[in-house]
């Protein structure tokens, strides 16, 4: 009995622990963020890795959720008769949820790994304490550019998944259900306000961007004990970072409503 | 001992260079720095030796700031270290150049730019960043090489590269740490003798760690033994050498037996 209250103890330790260290690293990203220099061609360089270079990976992922959502909605809604709300359902669920989560999951895998085992090879390889050596704070030369590429780069990416999504539905409730185009793109947009739900999804993308690549920056500055360890602060920057995503999720859906 | 607590930077000529007070730090049980205090003054070249695995690296990454003390103080030209603010703390850290065991190159930089990187940080205009590398890396030998990236270079190579760094934008205090452990014969002297120049031409506060006696001799005002978390004997090159003290007779002569213990011989093969 003891050792179970010990176990979740620990855990429960475990979790303050980790909020803690998320924003007071936070803090000090924000402080160093708005310090000179500013470095300006980092920043582009971080913009293209998370942006632009992720756009394959999450045209795939939105282009295929929209189809399938369309092809599940239209089968299921066929049953009572409302194959003329499919063209709304995959709009609003792909603007409000689908696009940014499965967007802010697959860049976490893509960017968010890459971040951590970059920063950790640099911090057990003696890198970071030798930027620190020269008078350069990391926070503001390695973290600072990484993390608001992220925050600005994936309210971009879910902007071009909703639109690619959306493209999906049409193409298979068009070409492949035989609905009608004209009638399924007036629906699509009938309740779907920008204001709101694209917004709402824009916010959460810029969240999700945030948490994932400030999660893998302190998970790779953080690193200890040589390649091992790099290997750990990678897999716990992609683990910590989705799983945050999808818990601060339910939260900003609650908040955005 | 006067304090120097958050008083601003002294122009003091009697206030060394850097200062440590009763430093103590530990890695879980292991007691790594036990009450260490020193200094080094202005224009001095201090070398410390000791053992394996005796804590010289934790030492000199606690002059610069790279590793806080759990308890006591490192002045560095009077103002204390960790009464700063990071900024402040940043600011007295441009005044060092360090060198590290295995280089610490930025492996996405090319070589140029790794040793150009101290220079563009001060502001340095390109005409004087690029002639300027190129005399570095004249300085340790290893010419047209630029262009290449740290996973290029040789151990060796990397750890001079490493050097040329330390030295480019031309620190009041240099930390060195084992700079030539590694290097054959003539690059440990060539290393040497640079050190010896710079000594000439600039006159910075220099902190050496080496396990190459003669390299000590050669480079070094004074010698300190670290051991067991403390220093042991410190002493002019000569009297260090002729001690008769156990310690510094075993080390110096490299005897097994003593009173010296290597606690982590798997950890370096110097």
Redesign the interface.
Same mark, same amino acid.
Request: net charge neutral; aromatic share 8%; proline share 5%.
């Given at each position: 009995m003891t050792r179970l209250l010990e176990a979740i103890g620990r855990v429960v330790l475990r979790v303050f622990e980790e909020v803690g260290t998320f924003f007071s690293m936070l803090g000090r990203v924000a402080f160093w963020a708005v310090r000179p220099p500013y470095d300006i061609p980092e920043l582009a360089r971080q913009m293209v890795r998370v942006g632009f270079d992720s756009i394959p990976v999450v045209l795939v992922t939105t282009l295929f959720t929209g189809m399938v959502l369309a092809l599940q909605t239209f089968n299921g809604f066929a049953r009572f008769h409302a194959e003329n709300l499919v063209g709304s359902v995959v709009a609003l669920s792909l603007t409000r949820e689908l696009s940014p989560v499965l967007t802010a999951l697959m860049v976490t895998g893509r960017v968010g790994s890459a971040m951590a085992a970059e920063l950790g090879t640099m911090r057990v390889t003696e890198q970071i304490d030798a930027l620190t050596a020269l008078g350069t704070e990391p926070v503001q030369y390695l973290m600072v550019p990484r993390v608001t590429a992220s925050l600005l780069m994936m309210p971009l990416l879910v902007i071009m998944g909703d639109a690619v999504g959306i493209y999906g539905g049409y193409f298979v409730a068009v070409q492949l259900l035989g609905a009608n185009p004209v009638a399924y793109l007036d629906n699509s947009f009938q309740y779907l306000h920008v204001s709101d739900d694209v917004v709402s999804g824009i916010i959460k993308a810029a969240v999700f961007g945030l948490i994932f690549s400030l999660i893998a920056c302190v998970r790779g500055y953080m690193t200890t004990g040589g390649a091992e360890g790099v290997g750990r602060a990678t897999t716990r920057a992609v683990v910590a970072g989705s799983l945050t995503v999808l818990v601060v999720d339910f939260f900003l859906t609650k908040l955005l409503y | 001992m006067e304090s120097a607590t958050g008083q601003p930077p002294s122009p003091d000529q009697s206030e060394p260079r850097l200062r440590a007070v009763d430093l103590k730090k530990s890695f879980g049980n292991k007691v790594v720095l036990d009450g260490l205090s020193f200094s080094v003054a202005a224009g001095e070249s201090l070398v410390i030796v000791g053992p394996s695995g005796t804590g010289k690296s934790v030492l000199l990454?606690h002059l610069?700031?790279?590793v806080r003390p759990d308890s006591g103080k490192v002045f560095v030209a009077g103002e204390d270290l960790w009464a700063l603010s &990071?900024?402040e703390r &940043? /600011?007295?850290?441009?005044k060092?150049g360090?060198s590290?065991?295995?280089g610490?190159?930025?492996?996405?930089m090319s070589v140029f730019d790794n040793i150009a990187?101290?220079l563009r /940080?001060s502001g340095r205009p390109a005409s004087e960043v690029r002639s300027r590398v190129k005399e570095c890396l004249e300085i340790v030998h290893l010419p047209n090489v630029e262009d290449k990236r740290p996973s290029e270079l040789s151990g060796g190579m990397r750890r001079r590269v490493?050097f040329a /760094?330390a030295i480019a934008h031309e620190p009041e205090i240099l930390?060195f740490d084992e700079p030539n452990t590694g290097l054959d014969p003539i690059m440990t002297d060539i290393i040497d003798e640079v050190i010896m120049e710079l000594r000439e031409k600039m006159t910075p506060t220099i902190v050496t760690i080496t396990h190459h006696m003669e390299s000590a001799r050669k480079i070094g005002d004074r010698i300190a033994l670290l051991y067991g978390g403390k220093i042991l004997y410190d002493a002019p090159p000569d009297e260090f050498l002729r001690s008769s003290d156990p310690a510094v007779r075993q080390f110096v002569e490299g005897n097994a037996k003593g009173p010296l213990t290597v606690e982590s011989q798997v950890a370096e093969g110097a």
């Amino acid at each position: 009995m003891t050792r179970l209250l010990e176990a979740i103890g620990r855990v429960v330790l475990r979790v303050f622990e980790e909020v803690g260290t998320f924003f007071s690293m936070l803090g000090r990203v924000a402080f160093w963020a708005v310090r000179p220099p500013y470095d300006i061609p980092e920043l582009a360089r971080q913009m293209v890795r998370v942006g632009f270079d992720s756009i394959p990976v999450v045209l795939v992922t939105t282009l295929f959720t929209g189809m399938v959502l369309a092809l599940q909605t239209f089968n299921g809604f066929a049953r009572f008769h409302a194959e003329n709300l499919v063209g709304s359902v995959v709009a609003l669920s792909l603007t409000r949820e689908l696009s940014p989560v499965l967007t802010a999951l697959m860049v976490t895998g893509r960017v968010g790994s890459a971040m951590a085992a970059e920063l950790g090879t640099m911090r057990v390889t003696e890198q970071i304490d030798a930027l620190t050596a020269l008078g350069t704070e990391p926070v503001q030369y390695l973290m600072v550019p990484r993390v608001t590429a992220s925050l600005l780069m994936m309210p971009l990416l879910v902007i071009m998944g909703d639109a690619v999504g959306i493209y999906g539905g049409y193409f298979v409730a068009v070409q492949l259900l035989g609905a009608n185009p004209v009638a399924y793109l007036d629906n699509s947009f009938q309740y779907l306000h920008v204001s709101d739900d694209v917004v709402s999804g824009i916010i959460k993308a810029a969240v999700f961007g945030l948490i994932f690549s400030l999660i893998a920056c302190v998970r790779g500055y953080m690193t200890t004990g040589g390649a091992e360890g790099v290997g750990r602060a990678t897999t716990r920057a992609v683990v910590a970072g989705s799983l945050t995503v999808l818990v601060v999720d339910f939260f900003l859906t609650k908040l955005l409503y | 001992m006067e304090s120097a607590t958050g008083q601003p930077p002294s122009p003091d000529q009697s206030e060394p260079r850097l200062r440590a007070v009763d430093l103590k730090k530990s890695f879980g049980n292991k007691v790594v720095l036990d009450g260490l205090s020193f200094s080094v003054a202005a224009g001095e070249s201090l070398v410390i030796v000791g053992p394996s695995g005796t804590g010289k690296s934790v030492l000199l990454k606690h002059l610069i700031g790279l590793v806080r003390p759990d308890s006591g103080k490192v002045f560095v030209a009077g103002e204390d270290l960790w009464a700063l603010s &990071n900024v402040e703390r &940043n /600011r007295v850290r441009k005044k060092f150049g360090m060198s590290f065991q295995e280089g610490a190159l930025f492996d996405s930089m090319s070589v140029f730019d790794n040793i150009a990187f101290p220079l563009r /940080r001060s502001g340095r205009p390109a005409s004087e960043v690029r002639s300027r590398v190129k005399e570095c890396l004249e300085i340790v030998h290893l010419p047209n090489v630029e262009d290449k990236r740290p996973s290029e270079l040789s151990g060796g190579m990397r750890r001079r590269v490493g050097f040329a /760094r330390a030295i480019a934008h031309e620190p009041e205090i240099l930390l060195f740490d084992e700079p030539n452990t590694g290097l054959d014969p003539i690059m440990t002297d060539i290393i040497d003798e640079v050190i010896m120049e710079l000594r000439e031409k600039m006159t910075p506060t220099i902190v050496t760690i080496t396990h190459h006696m003669e390299s000590a001799r050669k480079i070094g005002d004074r010698i300190a033994l670290l051991y067991g978390g403390k220093i042991l004997y410190d002493a002019p090159p000569d009297e260090f050498l002729r001690s008769s003290d156990p310690a510094v007779r075993q080390f110096v002569e490299g005897n097994a037996k003593g009173p010296l213990t290597v606690e982590s011989q798997v950890a370096e093969g110097a």
